[in-house]
């Protein structure tokens, strides 16, 4: 596949879910909230584009909002590892070789030496199951990777010529770091950025799966797959939709991480000639 | 050749003949704490002993009424305080000792005793003196006239244990059933043996395995696969239409004592506010509840009372589907703050949870659901009574009087209420009995202590060849006593 053709895929297929998502703030085919007993289980018609779940919630109104919630978790959990790691990562790399740079990258090391999901199973456990409490879980397993990235590319960067001037003319390290470190290293992290936002998907979607994400009557499309679990012979489509969003999702940011790297990853682009 | 190929046919259909099955696997949902019912409440405990391991003097026959068991009779003293019931005779403990009236004292005082851990000290609570006339004969003076004792004694609370076995009761259970006990793999089974020497009829099952699934997907692949064969208390009702359809099974449908109910904490504002309680009743429509979290199994009930219960009284009209009703109590109200709505794991709790959360939403009261597994629900709930609303199924038979109980977790407190339980404790006569188990009724309906949903279906799946399963569920059991494999 072409580079510019996996982007454009991903981030088409992306950008259906987030406007599904931002649509669903202003409209929905139905009420999410409102249980309507009466037509449980229809089929897809007219009315119920995707039919209906056991409580007569139209599955279809039900996947936007539950993108609305997908997308909220992992983009928070990705704002926290950015605004985390990052910070930790530059000051790392900057400080090089530093106490400093020690405890960081060995706290670290901790945080990675643990099963991310098991962790995130604990604190939902602990501080009870709730969509915060899942964002939370998920970013503070993203906080490593951004330090990690920030913290390699960064330190490739200090080694060159025009770092080396502004420390000639007397910068700061803190300075050097945020005015010449960081522009950068940007294209990189988008592409992580991307690639993390993706794995946030999923993990938000197998915590409300167990029951620990968003809490009913918040639509999620983890909670969807194991409430339909039970129905599944007799309704599968109710267990296929939620399972083919969450795929669809994840596959189109994956591609678009992908393409993105090729886009502006110079490394990449060389190597690939 | 010819000959020999005849023989082994022969030998293989007569093995064939011969091979009806005689062992069976149960599934239930929940694993008991411990195996000794005398010292536990968990109705897991009551589903693997009642009537297989334990026996009491009288015991629940498949439709409710009261049998005899290890006492053949009893005979009352005019004035209805001293019961003497007649023993069987040769009947044996598990580990081979006799059961004779000294154990059957030695039942009775340790479960009324003050110290006692037994789950329903009530039981006991009016017996004055329990004396062995002769070893088969036992005499139980009572404080007051008791009708209501021989169905007192039928509990699995109240079975006969022996002072020999009864220290290691909890994860050793030696009873006088017909089945005694012999092994349990926590966290996944509990098995037991034919007792050969049983004093009654032998059952035609020579080992039951209770196998403990409590995910309802794994429940129903065990079921598909074959793992178990019958689920008594089958936890999914959505997938029962599709094992109706299967010739391989049959789906048991049948009524339990519970009485599913919307418990509200009584004391906590804002729910001590009797307008907000009637105007969540008001609120909720029984039949949504039933079709959707039950896929249509259940009756709706408008008070703690079963609806096959002969002295039953109808009162959902008290609390019929009304948001106007509702809306109109919560205008009066005023604010109110959302409600914490704590969900057990049971499919009625959870499923039920969400479709009344959206229902008190529409007429302006707003719910937090937490799920909470039992034994969170127990500390927290139950205990601990930290709690706005929870869904509960209460499966104990004849259980109004726990309405008397003001430290009960839902905390209602009616002096006059206490009053009606007390005397309905000490009437023998039928007619003022019914009059008071109606009045009971009445009265907490009135006071919307709590919203009343629906009678608990028992809805079991098991093989198709296998009978003598019980339809309903008087009480918390799994009687094995008359099950076989019919081919």
Redesign the interface.
Request: no cysteine; charged share 20%.
């Given at each position: 596949m072409r580079p510019g053709a996996q982007l454009w895929i991903g981030a088409g297929l992306s950008a259906v879910f987030l406007l599904a998502a931002l649509l669903s703030f202003a409209w929905t085919p139905h009420d999410v909230?409102?249980?309507n007993?009466?037509d449980?289980l229809k089929p897809m018609s007219a009315t119920y584009p995707l039919g209906t779940d056991?409580?007569?919630r139209d599955i279809l109104s039900m996947l936007m909002v539950g993108a609305r919630t997908s997308i909220a978790v992992a983009l928070v959990a990705v704002g926290i590892g950015v605004g985390l790691g990052v910070p930790l990562g530059l000051l790392a790399a900057a400080n090089r070789g530093s106490l400093l740079d020690e405890v960081v990258m060995r706290g670290n090391d901790l945080i990675f030496a643990f099963p991310s999901l098991v962790i995130a199973i604990l604190i939902t456990a602990v501080f009870?199951?709730s969509a915060l409490n899942a964002i939370l879980a998920i970013g503070i397993f993203n906080v490593p990777v951004f330090a990690r990235v920030t913290r390699g590319s960064a330190l490739s960067l200090w080694t060159l010529d025009y770092v080396l001037a502004a420390r000639v003319a007397g910068k700061g390290r803190l300075r050097i770091s945020v005015e010449h470190i960081l522009p950068n290293i940007t294209n990189l992290l988008i592409v992580q950025g991307t690639i993390q936002f993706s794995l946030g998907i999923l993990a938000e979607a197998a915590l409300s799966y167990v029951?620990l994400g968003a809490?009913?009557?918040t639509p999620s499309w983890g909670r969807m797959l194991a409430e339909a679990?039970?129905?599944i012979?007799?309704n599968p489509a109710l267990a296929i939709l939620p399972g083919l969003a969450i795929v669809a999702m994840v596959l189109g940011l994956n591609l678009m991480g992908d393409g993105l790297r090729d886009l502006l990853d110079p490394r990449v682009r060389r190597a690939r000639g | 050749m010819k000959q020999l190929t005849l023989a082994a046919v022969l030998a293989l259909t007569a093995g064939i003949a011969h091979a009806q099955q005689d062992t069976i696997t149960l599934g239930m949902v929940l694993e008991p704490p411990n195996l000794d019912p005398t010292g536990g409440a968990a109705a897991a405990i009551d589903e693997v002993v009642y009537a297989n391991v334990f026996e009491g003097l009288t015991r629940f026959g498949p439709d409710g009424a009261v049998q005899p068991a290890l006492a053949h009779s009893w005979d009352v003293s005019e004035d209805g305080t001293v019961y003497t019931f007649n023993l069987n005779e040769g009947v044996t403990f598990h580990d081979g000792t006799a059961m004779e009236a000294d154990d059957v004292v030695f039942s009775l005082d340790r479960a009324r005793a003050e110290d006692s851990t037994n789950a329903q000290k009530a039981l006991f609570a009016g017996i004055e003196s329990v004396e062995a006339v002769d070893p088969l004969t036992v005499r139980v003076t009572l404080a007051e006239p008791n009708g209501n004792f021989p169905f007192n004694m039928a509990w699995g609370d109240a079975v006969i244990v022996a002072p020999e076995s009864i220290e290691t009761a909890a994860t050793e259970p030696v009873g006088t059933g017909p089945f005694s006990f012999s092994e349990w793999v926590q966290g996944d089974r509990v098995t037991l043996t034919r007792f050969p020497d049983y004093w009654g009829e032998a059952p035609a099952l020579a080992e039951a395995t209770f196998k403990f699934i409590s995910d309802?997907?794994a429940a129903?692949a065990a079921m598909m696969a074959g793992d178990v064969d019958a689920f008594p208390n089958f936890p999914?009702p959505?997938?029962l239409?599709?094992f109706q359809a299967d010739s391989r099974f049959k789906v048991i449908v049948g009524s339990t004592e519970g009485e599913t109910i919307l418990a509200m904490n009584n004391v906590e504002p804002p729910l001590d506010d009797i307008r907000l309680r009637k105007a969540i009743s008001h609120a909720i429509n029984r039949?949504?509840i039933i079709?959707?979290a039950m896929f249509g199994f259940g009756t709706p009930i408008g008070s703690h009372f079963a609806p096959h219960n002969p002295d039953y009284v109808d009162l959902t009209g008290l609390s019929g589907h009304d948001p106007e009703v509702a809306k109109a109590l919560v205008a009066e109200v005023g604010e109110v703050r959302p409600l914490r709505l704590m969900l057990p794991p049971p499919t009625y709790a959870r499923?039920g949870?969400?479709?009344i959360?959206?229902?008190l939403?529409?007429v302006g009261i707003e719910t937090e659901?937490?799920?909470l597994e039992w034994a969170q629900w127990l500390e927290q709930v139950f205990t601990g009574k930290d709690f706005d609303l929870t869904i509960v199924s209460h499966t104990e038979p004849a259980d109004i009087n726990i309405y008397a109980r003001p430290d009960y977790y839902f905390q209602y407190d009616n002096p006059e209420f206490q009053e009606v339980i007390a005397e309905l404790g000490v009437t023998a006569d039928p007619d003022r009995r019914s009059e008071l188990n109606k009045a009971a009724q009445k009265m907490i309906a009135e006071d919307y202590v709590n919203a009343y949903l629906f009678q608990l279906a028992k809805t079991g799946v098991a093989d198709a060849r296998i009978e003598g399963l019980w339809e309903n569920a008087p009480t918390q059991a799994n009687d094995l006593t008359a099950v076989r494999w019919t081919e």
């Open positions: 909230t409102a249980l007993i009466a449980k056991h409580f007569g009870g199951p029951g809490q009913p009557p679990q039970t129905m012979y007799t | 309802p997907n129903f999914a959505e997938t239409a599709q039949q949504d079709d959707g499923r949870g969400e479709i959360a959206a229902q939403r529409e659901i937490t799920n």
